[in-house]
C-alpha cells in the first residue's frame, strides 16, 4: 500500500512540474477554458488553480487577479483534498472563510464553486473555479455545468501531457517540446548560453513524390530512419537533446561550447543516405543552421524562429551551414514587410503605377512601340525601384498579381487611346510561371476581346528565358498566346552562351538585343563585329531586332547601319509617366512632319 501511496505522490509530482512548466500553448487553451466558464455560468471570475504541497498557483484567470497564494489560503484546498466540488454561495456567512485574508482582504472573494480536476489515474491535479465579488445562488445545473467544463479542461490537458510533446512517426521531442524545454530553461534562471541547431536534410517535395507512387509507409520509414541515423552519426553528449521540428526538419540544443555547430553537423552528415525500406535507399542532401542564445535573455519562439532564419539562409545560399546573422534576418524582415505592402497596394491599387519607354524605328526615327514598366512610390520609402521588389514578388503569388496589375493599365491604355493618332502597341513583361497557367493566354485574349482590342496591340516579353524552356507547361502557354495573334519578346539576347538554342525552340518575333552586348560597338572593334554578325543572323531567320540601353549618337547609327530595326534608351526617352508620355509623343509626331 505504501508503494501505492509513493507511485501515486511520483506520478503527481511529474504532472504537477510539467503543468507548472512554461507552455505558451496549453496556457492559451487554458484561458479561452475560464473565459467559457464565466460565459456558461454567468459568474464573472474563473480560473485555474494548481496545488502543490506550499502554494497554490494561478494558472489561468478571467477576470481574476490573484496570481500565487499559499496552499493554506487557497480555497481550492477544499475542492481537492475533498476530491468534490465544493460551492460557497456567500463566503461571509461560512465559518470557515468570514476572517479569511482573501475574503476580507483582496480579491474579496465572496462567491467560490470550484470543481477538481482528476486524471485517468485518479489524480486530482487542480481545480476550475468560478468566483465573485458578491454572493450569488448556485443551481445543480450550474454545478452540473461546472463539472462538465473541468472534465473538458482535464481531457485537453491528458492530451496535451500525453501526446503533445512527442512527434508521432519518428518519437522524437516535437516543436511544442522544444519550446517547453527552453521556457523552462529561462524560468529556472539557467545562464548557461545555448545553441540551437537546426537540421535540414530531405527533400520533401521529392519524398512526396515518391509517396505519390509507393505510399506515406515508405516516406515514415525515410522519417524514422532519420531520427535513428542523426544520433548514431553525431553521437549527443548527456543532455544534448534531438527533437523533430517539422517534417523532415530536425534540431538539437546543446551547450554552446559543444562540438555540435551546424557546420560540424553538416560535415558529419555529408554524403549519408537513408532507408525508404525494400532495400531503396536516398541520397540526402543536409543543410543546417544554428543561433547561439541565453536562456533568460531570449523568448523561446524567437530563438527557434532565428535558427529557421539561418536555416534558410543556408538553403537560399546553397551552403551547407549557416550561423544566425542580425543583418541578414533584418534584410529578410524589410523584404517580408515589403511584400505585405505590396500585397496591399495591389489589392488597394494605391502607389503603383506604369511608366512606359519609347521603342523607335532606327529607320524612319518614329515611335513605334512602347514598354510598360511598373513602378512604385511607397508610402513611407518613396520611389522604389523594380530591382527591389519585383525579384522578391518573383518567389511569391504577388508575381501573378503584380503581372495582371500590369496588364490590366496597360489594357485601359490602349482602350482610351483607340483610334488616337499617339496610339501605339504596348509590351508587358511575363514571367514563366504565368505563362504555364493554363488559362493565361485565355484570360488575356479576354480581356483584350471585352475591351473591343485587336490582340496584336499587346506584347509579350519574356523574362526567366531558361525557365520557359525547361517548362514545358511554359512553352505550351507560349505558343497559346503566339496563336492568338499576341507578339513574343525575347529580352536580353546575347546576356547568355545559351540563347542561340532558344531561337529554335521558342515561337518568337521580337529579339531584344542585350545592352552588353552593343554597348561598346562605337568605340571597340570586336564588339562591332560580333553585332554585325548577330543582327545580320537574326535577320535572316526573319525576326525583327530591337536594341535597348542606347545612350548616344554613335551607337545608334552604328546599329543602323547594321540592319537593326528598332531601339529604346536615354537617348531617345526614358521611361515616362503617361501624362508625359502623351505629350512626348505628341511633339514627336509633331516635328516629324
Known amino acids: 500500500m505504501l508503494m501505492n501511496l509513493n507511485g501515486d505522490e511520483d506520478r503527481r509530482a511529474r504532472a504537477l512540474k510539467a503543468l507548472r512548466s512554461p507552455d505558451e500553448y496549453r496556457d492559451d487553451v487554458l484561458r479561452k477554458f475560464v473565459r467559457l466558464a464565466s460565459q456558461a455560468l454567468g459568474i464573472p471570475g474563473s480560473f485555474i488553480s494548481v496545488l502543490d504541497d506550499e502554494h497554490q498557483h494561478v494558472q489561468a484567470a478571467h477576470n481574476f487577479t490573484l496570481t500565487q497564494s499559499s496552499r493554506e489560503d487557497a480555497l481550492c484546498r477544499h475542492a481537492v483534498d475533498s476530491d468534490s466540488t465544493v460551492v460557497v454561495p456567500d463566503t461571509l456567512l461560512d465559518a470557515r472563510f468570514k476572517t479569511h485574508p482573501l475574503i476580507i482582504g483582496a480579491p474579496h472573494i465572496r462567491f467560490y464553486a470550484g470543481a477538481p480536476l482528476k486524471n485517468k489515474e485518479g489524480i486530482v491535479l487542480d481545480t476550475l473555479c468560478v468566483t465573485d465579488t458578491a454572493p450569488h445562488s448556485f443551481s445543480a445545473e450550474q454545478v452540473t455545468t461546472l463539472k462538465l467544463l473541468a472534465a473538458l479542461v482535464m481531457s485537453f490537458l491528458e492530451a496535451w501531457h500525453s501526446a503533445g510533446f512527442a512527434d508521432p512517426v519518428t518519437g522524437l521531442p516535437n516543436r511544442q517540446r522544444l519550446i517547453r524545454d527552453l521556457q523552462y530553461l529561462a524560468v529556472s534562471g539557467d545562464q548557461t548560453p545555448r545553441r540551437l541547431v537546426l537540421i535540414d536534410c530531405i527533400n520533401m517535395p521529392r519524398a512526396y513524390e515518391l509517396a505519390r507512387s509507393m505510399g506515406m509507409g515508405p516516406v515514415e520509414n525515410l522519417l524514422r530512419d532519420m531520427a535513428t541515423l ?7 553528449a548527456p543532455g544534448e537533446l534531438f527533437y523533430t521540428v517539422a517534417t523532415g526538419r530536425f534540431a538539437v540544443l546543446t551547450r554552446d561550447d559543444s562540438p555540435l555547430s551546424a557546420d560540424w553537423v553538416a560535415q558529419r552528415l555529408e554524403g549519408i543516405s537513408a532507408d525508404l525500406g525494400d532495400g531503396i535507399a536516398v541520397a540526402l542532401s543536409t543543410h543546417t543552421g544554428e543561433v547561439t542564445f541565453n536562456p533568460g535573455e531570449l523568448p523561446a519562439q524567437e530563438s527557434l524562429r532565428r535558427a529557421v532564419s ?20 533584418a534584410r ?10 505590396l500585397a496591399s ?19 524612319s526615327g518614329l515611335p513605334v512601340g512602347l514598354e510598360a514598366l511598373v513602378r512604385w512610390r511607397h508610402p513611407l520609402h518613396g520611389e522604389l525601384s523594380p530591382a527591389l521588389f519585383v525579384p522578391l514578388a518573383e518567389k511569391t503569388e504577388l508575381l501573378s498579381e503584380l503581372t495582371a496589375w500590369v496588364t490590366d493599365r496597360a489594357i485601359d491604355r490602349l482602350t482610351r487611346l483607340r483610334n488616337s493618332g499617339i496610339q501605339l502597341p504596348v509590351t508587358v513583361n511575363v514571367s514563366s510561371r504565368d505563362f504555364a497557367s493554363g488559362d493565361f493566354a485565355n484570360a488575356l485574349e479576354m480581356k483584350m476581346s471585352r475591351a473591343k482590342l485587336p490582340t496584336s496591340l499587346l506584347g509579350i516579353e519574356c523574362l526567366e528565358t531558361e525557365s520557359i524552356i525547361e517548362n514545358p507547361a511554359a512553352m505550351r502557354g507560349l505558343e497559346m498566346l503566339r496563336l492568338r495573334g499576341f507578339g513574343i519578346s525575347l529580352d536580353d539576347f546575347g546576356a ?13 518575333d521580337v529579339i531584344k538585343l542585350d545592352r552588353t552586348l552593343i554597348n561598346e560597338i562605337s568605340s571597340d572593334t570586336a564588339s562591332r563585329i560580333i553585332a554585325r554578325s548577330i543582327i545580320s543572323m537574326l535577320k535572316d531567320l526573319d525576326y525583327t531586332v530591337l536594341a535597348e540601353g542606347i545612350e548616344d549618337a554613335a551607337t545608334a547609327q552604328a546599329l543602323t547601319e547594321y540592319g537593326c530595326d528598332q531601339a529604346q534608351g536615354f537617348f531617345y526617352s526614358r521611361p515616362l509617366p503617361e501624362a508625359e508620355l502623351d505629350e512626348w509623343l505628341s511633339w514627336k509626331l509633331r516635328s516629324q512632319c
Open 496 to 508: 547568355g552562351y545559351s540563347n542561340v538554342s532558344y531561337l529554335k525552340r521558342m515561337p518568337l
Open 332 to 341: 529578410h524582415t524589410q523584404d517580408f514587410t515589403l511584400m505585405n505592402n
Open 310 to 329: 539561418a536555416l534558410h539562409e543556408a538553403i537560399a545560399g546553397g551552403v551547407p551551414s549557416m550561423r544566425f546573422s542580425q543583418a541578414s534576418d
Open 230 to 236: 542523426l544520433p548514431l552519426r553525431l553521437r549527443p
Open 345 to 363: 497596394a495591389l489589392r488597394q491599387n494605391t502607389g503603383l503605377w506604369l511608366a512606359y519607354q519609347p521603342k523607335i524605328c532606327l529607320h
